[in-house]
């Protein structure tokens, strides 16, 4: 075969090129610090890489539940503390009016400061968290309670919020409305057992009625002893999830440590290919000046 000068110049161009290219794939890898810039570089290592980043992207959801859910048992607890906080204030003022030192005056003044603890009921019942009533179970866009305390949703269906927080696990958080504040399912405007008790009591004491006073302190009693089992219940939920939570965090932090592994450059090893790369480019310019160099004077000196 005859080689001529064309295919000489034309071979050495084409070689120069394929060692600049690899030259600057190496640049590429060191300026990015990732081994895979194209699905080209490593076709299966992309397949996989892709497969991490759903994994990682998916434990970042149930991350964000997991988050979402404790902070609505976090508002939950606290609006069942405050339940607790008003059953206990209400019972004290009850032993108080009961007693036959009380007169019927005093016991209007009771009676006021029940009124307020009934009314407060209602408001902790129509606790939100944003945006969103914690007692409504997934009717989260109403409120439990309407002004005269009979609920103001269907009760038939005592449903709460759930969170997905892992491949096929869900929990429930926070507690349904007439679980906490009692009475039977039912169409809006059903009653609520804790406000009817709140009612009869107030009327009670409007009419100075001290023997249905007295015995008001074992139904308050036992509102008090349903509320602390209502918090215990999200007590074990908190749990559960702050478990959950932890876990999800080493899963993440294993899922990245797979993917950096697969996709990550390591950098010394970088650094090494790069400089014999352009040391072997360096010598084909070197070469292909001196291939490329002569010219028809050059032969006819």
Sequence with gaps: MRVTNNMIISNTLYNLNRNLARMDKRNTQLSTGKRINRPSDDPVSTAKALKLRADVSEIDQYQRNTKDALSWLDITESAIDNLQDVIHRAKELTVQASSETFSKEDRQKVKAEIEQLRDHIIQIGNTSYAGRFIFSGFQTDKELFKDDGTYNIDTTNPQTIKYQIGIGEEIEA?????????????APGATSEIIEDFNQLINYLD??????????????????????????????????????????????????????ENEDVDMAETIMHLKMEESVYRASLSAGARVIQPTLLDFIR
């Design 174 to 186: 926070g507690v349904f409305g007439t679980k906490l504040f009692g009475g039977t399912g039912g």
């Design 207 to 260: 009419t100075d009625d001290t023997s249905g006073i007295s015995g008001y302190s074992k139904i308050l009693d036992k509102h008090l002893n349903n509320a602390l089992s209502v918090r215990a219940e999200i007590g074990a939920e908190t749990n559960r999830l702050e478990l959950v939570q932890n876990r999800l965090d080493k899963e993440q932090l294993n899922f990245k440590e797979l993917l950096s």
